[in-house]
């Protein structure tokens, strides 16, 4: 039996894959407007980056990783995402010797054991950014704007933005607490999930899914009466900056975001077109990490994006433009002036394929056909020695031949028709 694609992974083919590299494309070249350079950290790292990075209380470190030991007896873990890795990468190098802010991107595949769905993948891809060495409230403001920006070029819309603040190591204390109280006395309405987050991450239940969890959580103390001043100074500021520069957002108190390392400002942007599952990406401030992590004591913020979902929402529109391919057709034994003839398209920017297996016109016309193709151009042996060419256009099936010295003239004149 053949065999296939492991469960819950994918082949990516085209033509999908054009929009893929082309969103690539305008992140890098964006990202980079913005002072922001890529990264490329492994997609393995010792489990401890991950385990001690995401927190141990997660869904994603308790049961999501792909961990395996390697020939030595070492824990290694495929990444589930790339914060944890990013940090590690920042600490390693010390970067934060080099400049005051440093700002980093990346784009790549991430896995997680999960049930597969709709959008949702073992292998993943995820686009991230990542801004360390400042606790400015423009920097949350900047790099919020830099992503919306991103999918208002890929022609989204329906994008709504939901912002929260979750304190600090000094408020957020006081609000677990009240929480905690809230929630110990609905304990037996709490999935058990939730039962078992009430006691190590209290926060987490706010993001519960399961709707008995819901109702409960809608009347739970808010963290917005539990923010102390410099927190509260801190997300007046973001709306500000927000503003500023025109981004469109609302404030959602309800927003806590799922992993622990997160400080202050979380938010998450959110595709009217995906149904419940609905944010394609989000993220926020992250204060401590990198001390935890063992690094020096620099603020940070950052966030990722899920890109298997943001090509899910962009459905069959194209990022790309469709350039007419060329087919060259030797009609014969001797390939020299079919390989002529494409080298010429190809070194003036055109699509150009060389039939060299078509053993008869008919043949050849119908692999073209296969392809989709549209232009197919015959330079045979009877061609050569009149230096000409045959230019048929397979869409209404007519051909007319052209000069080999017109031929970049010609078909731009046939592409434009
Ligand atoms: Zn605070
Ligand atoms: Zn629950």
Redesign the pocket.
Known sequence: MAIKAVKGTRDILAPEIRNWTEYEDMARKLFRRYGFEEIRTPIFEYTEVFSRGIGEDTDIVHKEMYTFSDRKGRSITLRPENTASVVRSYIEHRMDLQAKVTRLFYIGPMFRYERPQKGRYRQFYQTGAEVFGSSHPFVDADTIEMVVRLLRDLGLSGLRVDIN?V??????PGYREALQDYLSGHRDSLCEDCRRRMESNPLRVLDCKVPGCRAVVEDAPSIQDH??????EHQEQVFRFLDLLGVDYRPEPGLVRGLDYY??TVFEVISEGLGAQNAILGGGRYDNLVKELGGPDVPAFGWALGMDRLMMVLGDRKLYEESPSFYVLPVGKDLEYAVQTALALKDNGYRAVVLAEAASLKSGLKQVNRAGGRFVLLAGESEKEKNVLILRDMENSSQREIPAADLLKEIENEIKK
């Open positions: 603040s304190g600090c190591r000094e408020c957020r923010l102390c001043d410099g927190c509260r400080t202050r």
